[in-house]
């Protein structure tokens, strides 16, 4: 079964940066449309960044111009580059492969002063 770990989450001050990876299963990693969503407490799942097996990427409005999702086939991991953090960022965020029914346990992601 094809599966996903996150890592890279931690405490962060608002304005700084943080980098989140995700190393999924699955020899077949480069043909894989990957998302990150994120769940804060209280509230429904929320789908943050997608990046097609090509490279092309999605991004919530929320946060446009400050995330960055990108991926390296070769390590069969995928990236969320986070900057400008805000408080609102602090959620658990879940990388996930498109199609297939797995959810990982997430990394948790808290910002705060």
């Known amino acids: 079964q094809v599966q996903v770990v996150e890592s890279g989450g931690g405490l962060v001050q608002p304005g700084k940066s943080l980098t989140l990876s995700c190393a999924a299963s699955?020899?077949?990693?480069?043909?894989?449309?990957m998302e990150w969503y994120r769940q804060a407490p209280g509230k429904q799942r929320e789908l943050v960044a997608t990046?097609?097996?090509?490279?092309?990427?999605y991004y919530t409005n929320s946060v446009k111009g400050r995330f960055t999702i990108s991926r390296d086939n070769a390590k069969n991991t995928v990236y969320l580059q986070m900057n400008s953090l805000k408080p609102e960022d602090t959620a658990v965020y879940y990388c996930?492969?498109?199609?297939?029914?797995?959810w990982g346990q997430g990394t948790q992601v808290t910002v705060s002063s």
């Open positions: 996930k492969i498109v199609g297939v029914n797995y």
């Open positions: 699955g020899s077949i990693f480069s043909t894989y449309l």
């Open positions: 990046i097609t097996k090509s490279g092309s990427t």
